[in-house]
């Protein structure tokens, strides 16, 4: 991806981003759609709680208590962490979302984008994959979100365009 092609993903980021914070009725735009040619067969992995219906049970209750919000941590941080406990159990379809609000709320951070191309990784999502750790590494020059991204570029020689 080109350097135009970053900044206006960052402009439609930005866009909707700032949409649903005006407009909350308004249906959720993931920020970070599939990018063409990827498809995820299935939005469900093996997460380290997966099968063990006491630490789901857990997890559910920690998602409850971070709905609820509060003045203890920023609103990222709560869909953030609510975005890790559905990882815990396997549940890519919620991840994605709650990553993607998290990124839509704060587009300029970049844990939501580094966590969405773990996650797109791991769903075999490469070209979406691949637009996540770029935005990681763009808006948020951390050495491991830069890192990655050119580790995963290196990894997929195929999709450099």
């Known amino acids: 991806m080109n350097r135009a092609a970053t900044f206006a993903l960052a402009g439609v980021v930005i866009i909707a981003g700032g949409a649903y ?3 909350p ?3 959720f735009v993931h920020p970070l759609p599939l ?3 990827d498809t995820v067969a299935s939005w469900d992995f093996a ?3 997966t099968g063990n219906e006491e630490l789901v049970a857990k997890a559910q209750a920690e998602i409850a208590r971070l709905k609820k919000g509060g003045d203890e941590y920023t609103p990222y941080i709560y869909l953030v962490s609510i975005a890790n ?3 815990l159990m396997g549940d890519g379809a919620y991840v994605y979302e709650y990553l993607g609000r998290a990124a839509a709320l704060a587009p300029d951070t970049g844990l939501a984008w580094y966590n969405l191309g773990v996650l797109m990784e791991r769903l075999h999502a490469y070209r979406t994959a691949l637009v996540a750790y770029q935005s990681a590494a ?3 020059e951390l050495t491991q979100y ?3 991204f050119e580790e995963f570029k290196s990894q997929h020689p ?3 365009s």
Do not use: D, K, S
């Open 138 to 140: 763009f808006v948020q």
């Open 35 to 37: 990018i063409e040619g």
């Open 21 to 23: 914070l005006l407009y």
């Open 146 to 148: 830069v890192e990655r």
């Open 25 to 27: 009725e308004e249906p």
């Open 158 to 160: 195929e999709l450099a």
């Open 85 to 87: 406990q559905y990882e």
């Open 47 to 49: 997460g380290a709680y």
